[in-house]
């Protein structure tokens, strides 16, 4: 029986998940605690990354600005860009603060705030500038975001080769998702602490104290 399984893995035409996940090397976080607890040693590129937190503020951004800012001053490889891609910010619940921006070391120019009309276009938005082929990456602040809804997230982060970021209130966590990478964020008095509710071709496990 493992024999035969063996000789079918073999086969070049036979496509493995986990080998895929192993392989491709993520972006480096600028955490190298968290980027050890993520397959290919950093956050999932071309793909949709959901973060749940209590409330806005406790670190979210924090824990992004370091990827971000690189995707804001280098130029994707894998892209044919002239510049480096477009960070768009999909209905953001406050107003980015530039200066502080700048100072995790931000390129303002390559940065778009979109605010959509009412809730049914956030996610549309979001796929436009994912599917674009001209964002690196793309956060977004849905009022609500079903199976359905991630999975076209994730498609159209897969065509546009970016990186999605969804926010998203912890109730959400009992909701199934087609995020490659799921984290849930609590803060105390003693920092932030992350929770790695689920990792494609990695473990779930809790990061005490990362912020």
């Known amino acids: ?11 070049p035409r036979v496509w493995r998940g986990r080998d895929q996940a ?6 480096a976080s600028g955490y190298p605690e968290l980027d050890r607890h993520l397959p290919g040693g950093g956050w999932p590129s071309e793909s ?3 973060i749940l937190t209590t409330q806005y503020g ?10 971000l800012a690189v995707l804001s001053r280098e130029t994707p490889v894998q892209q044919d860009f002239s510049e480096p891609g477009w ?7 406050f107003q980015p603060y530039p200066p502080a921006l700048q100072q995790c070391g931000m390129d303002l120019s390559r940065m778009l705030i979109v605010r959509p009309g009412n809730a049914d276009e956030i996610l549309w938005s979001a796929e436009q500038a994912l599917s674009s082929g001209t964002c690196a990456a793309v956060l977004l602040w849905p009022e ?18 970016s990186w999605a970021i969804a926010f998203r209130p912890l109730t959400a966590r009992r909701e199934p998702s087609a995020a490659a990478l799921r984290l849930e964020l609590h803060s105390s008095a003693q920092g932030t602490c992350v929770h790695i509710l689920k990792s494609r071709g990695g473990r779930p496990t809790v990061i005490s104290k990362l912020l």
Do not use: C, F, V, Y
């Open 1 to 11: 029986m493992s024999s035969s399984l063996d000789k079918l893995l073999e086969n």
């Open 22 to 27: 192993a392989h491709k090397a993520g972006l």
């Open 48 to 50: 949709l990354t959901e």
């Open 58 to 67: 406790i670190g979210e951004l924090r824990l992004l600005m370091p990827a």
């Open 87 to 93: 960070i768009a910010w999909i209905a953001p619940p």
């Open 144 to 161: 609500m975001l079903d199976d359905q809804g991630s999975r076209r997230l994730q498609l159209a982060a897969e065509k546009g080769r």
